[in-house]
């Protein structure tokens, strides 16, 4: 199959665009598109597990705790022991963690909508539900 029919290309190609524009976007802020991932899905389920986060943020678990770590040293994020499971720890964004996340994504979202204004609503299903049928295809288990 010549390079030019394979859809892998494509994607990457636009995954690494998208990567481009979202770095170039929350830079001012201080934060990698990793950290800001983190910091987005930290915002929306505060007390997560660091195991949980790396799930919601397709990392590994090693690639998460860097991360938190990072995250931790900037004084972004604070972890907590959990009330009732001691080797669990919470981790909750701090005032400047939020303040930080803040004006990254407000440059981020940006970017998504520049790339979603480019579609129908329509449109924007349907390359969703054609995403989405990729992404079966791939993590299918096959003999």
Known sequence: MPASERL???????EQELMT???????????????????????????ISAAALARLCLVTPQTMTTILQNLVALGLIERTPH???????ETQLTEKGQAAFDQADERA???????????????????????GRCSKVLTEQHP
């Open 83 to 89: 009330p009732w499971h001691r080797n669990v720890l």
């Open 109 to 131: 979202a940006a970017v998504e909508r520049r790339l979603a204004a480019e579609f129908t609503d329509e449109e924007r299903k349907l390359l969703r539900s054609l995403l």
């Open 21 to 47: 524009a979202k770095t170039a976007a929350v830079k001012p802020s201080g934060l990698t598109v990793p950290q800001y991932a983190a910091l987005l899905m930290l915002g929306e389920n505060p007390g």
């Open 8 to 14: 892998g290309s494509d994607i990457k190609r636009v």
